[in-house]
């Protein structure tokens, strides 16, 4: 009996496995330096249409601050972060990225510069 219930249990799991939606391409990244502020980046979205979003975790006092947002190397967009609680952020809206693309940002202020790059997952369903 016990052999039983342990197989379709087992049979199960892929069921529910498959049943779930297309996975999303989300992806972070941060400078890693254990004192002091860091710079992250966010992108949100899939395969080639994603938004971008730079964070600045504990940037003292500033209230806003410049960001920059560059793509494979080039100065794309700059954009006034402005403060979320303790970090400053903001969010480029969704934007044919491509994919590969080496995606970074910068702050007016600090000398950080965090980059993800977007990748192809094609039409996931698991």
Known sequence: MRKTICWGAALALPLIVTSAGPAAADASAC????????????????????SVTGIWTNPGNVKSRAVTLHWNGTHFSTATAQRVGKTLSYTWPAMDTGTNTKLCVTFKGSSRMACETTQYIGDRTF
């Open 31 to 50: 400078t890693h330096h254990f004192s002091g502020p860091q710079i992250c980046i966010r992108l949100e979205g899939k395969n080639h249409q994603n």
